[in-house]
């Protein structure tokens, strides 16, 4: 029998029916579609990715931030990648940066992988710090929350811990 002359309520079930699934059914389309590139997919040239700068208060931030640096330079950061990676490290924090510090293999690991890490010279200069005690590789600035600003001013991406 054709659909025009079924009876009218069992036509209109049909469409509400009909309608019903499609209402169901579209949502589960919609998730089956993938929202983000697939792993195995390029990543953005380095030239597009963001300069990254943290801003190191606590010693005990030192190897997180360290770790999320390097992988986001060597491009094992779940997806994030950045052009260049500094840390800039201010207050008590920087005793954390001398030859014997608990901290001093993550050190060499980021500095390797080419991230910068900044010593602040008045926190040096407060906590007893000289220049020669800091593992070779570490920079100095003056002033590390001018050198945080510095870097905002060329367009660095900024953390603060």
Request: net charge negative.
């Amino acid at each position: 029998m054709p659909f025009d002359r079924l009876p009218s309520l069992v036509r209109r079930r049909t469409h509400v029916l009909l309608l019903l699934a499609a209402a169901l059914l579209l949502p589960l389309g919609a998730q089956a579609q993938p929202t983000t590139a697939p792993p195995d997919a390029p990543s953005q040239a380095t030239a597009d990715a963001p300069r990254t700068a943290y801003l190191v208060r606590s010693a005990d931030m030192l190897p997180v931030v360290l770790m999320s640096a390097r992988t986001s330079l060597t491009g094992t950061a779940n997806g994030f990648e950045a052009a260049a990676a500094d840390v800039v490290v201010v207050g008590p924090a920087v005793k954390g940066l001398v030859h014997d510090s608990k901290h001093a293999d993550a050190l060499t690991k980021s500095l390797d992988a080419g991230v910068r890490v900044v010593a602040c010279g008045l926190a040096m200069e407060k906590t007893g710090v000289a220049e020669g005690d800091l593992l070779d590789g570490i920079d100095t600035a003056p002033n590390g929350f001018h050198e945080l600003f510095r870097l905002e001013a060329q367009g660095y991406v900024t953390l603060q811990l």
